[in-house]
């Protein structure tokens, strides 16, 4: 393997490995294919603003992503907005079952999705190539979990679709909840006996200032250590190693062994030392973090003729770029000109 260097002409040698100046390799590449949603959730969307930025075509994001995976990216998850409403998708995720990484492996492939459609999909997705996909659930009564999307009946849905996917075998399955104070850190213990009784992951997220609105403050995290405390007093709790360095999750059974929870914590345990994510936005931007304050337009470049190896050069110094932790809670922190339905999870 080509030690990651620039050649004397200033392209990237072939098969270099994307890495940062932090010394962090990047292996791991999220894709919002539409900053469309067909959910309203009162913590990401005021509700008023729809779509904002374009999409590219299926074989663009393609041609991108292997330009990606020619670098050392060996996992892809695809996001949104909500990625279910592209038309396109199944036979997307079959074409990139089809690459190969670095080390002639197929790519690890996941989903983030709100699960609205998943019922009908989880099968041709599973078939397609799809590995696993992890659903945002952010409560289990169906009174607040309404309360939060704005939309009537969707519980019940999401619910329908969690189950066909893990009877497709999307598994490990996940479930992402965002913890909100007054909205529903209610349903912590509720959820823990749901990751049990479903057999999926919960993972618990710390609400991040990533909102459309001004919904953000230090007092409306609900922190880990209240998380686990609170789980803990009904079905006490055992740590996990992490499956891997760049985990995000800290992940716990519980003691009598029966099921998994997660809490990915990036307020009050910061997890960027070991970050190994970059994220291609929806209109072909790469971010090379959730926070970042800049953006870099690699489809414009394509648009604009350059070759396979010219694009290469472009992500890895890019790459090289990579901000080394995000600053939320300090003086001078800034929220990322997107928010999160615009730049995926
Ligand atoms: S905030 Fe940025 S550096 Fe930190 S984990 Fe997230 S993407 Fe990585």
Not at 44 to 69: D, H, M, N, S
Not at 84 to 111: I, N
Not at 195 to 220: C, K, N, Q, T, Y
Not at 223 to 251: D, K, Q
């Amino acid at each position: 393997m080509v030690a990651a260097s620039l050649t004397a002409s200033s392209t990237v040698a072939s098969h270099a490995r994307l890495t940062d100046s932090h010394g962090r390799v990047i292996h791991d590449l999220r894709v919002s294919i539409t900053d469309r949603c067909n959910y309203k959730c009162v913590y990401c969307r005021t509700g008023e603003e729809g779509a904002q930025y374009p999409e590219l075509a299926i074989e663009e994001y393609l041609r991108l992503i292997r330009l990606f995976v020619d670098l050392g990216i060996t996992k892809v998850r695809l996001t949104g907005g909500e990625p279910l409403l592209r038309h396109g998708l199944v036979d997307m995720v079959r074409q990139l079952a089809r690459m190969r990484t670095l080390w002639d492996e197929p790519l690890d492939l996941a989903l983030t999705t709100n699960g609205h459609l998943l019922d009908s999909l989880a099968t041709p997705l599973k078939t397609a190539g799809l590995n696993r996909v992890t659903v945002s659930m952010d409560a289990v009564d169906a009174g607040v979990f309404e309360r939060i999307t704005r939309i009537a009946g969707s519980h019940k849905t999401v619910l329908g679709g969690i189950r066909a996917a893990r009877a497709a075998g999307l598994t490990p399955l996940k479930i992402n909840c965002v913890l909100l104070r007054g909205f529903n850190e209610d349903q912590i213990e509720g959820f823990a006996r749901f990751a049990r009784e479903e057999g999926v992951v919960v993972r618990f997220i710390e609400f991040m200032p990533l909102e459309e609105g001004r919904l953000w403050s230090p007092e409306i995290v609900v922190p880990l250590a209240e998380i686990v405390e609170r789980i803990g007093r009904v079905l006490p709790l055992v740590e996990l190693p992490p499956w891997e360095a760049s985990e995000t999750a800290r992940r716990y059974t519980f003691s009598d062994g029966r099921g998994e929870i997660g809490v990915i914590a990036p307020v009050t345990r910061a997890f960027c030392g070991a970050c190994s994510r970059v994220r291609l936005t929806s209109d072909g931007k790469i971010r090379t973090c959730l926070f970042s304050q800049v953006e870099h337009d690699l489809y414009g470049r394509m648009r604009a003729g350059a070759s396979d190896e010219e694009l290469r050069t472009y992500i890895f110094r890019t790459v090289q770029g990579k901000e080394a932790r995000h600053h939320i809670g300090e003086p001078g922190f800034l929220k990322p000109s997107r928010s999160m339905v615009h730049i995926g999870g």
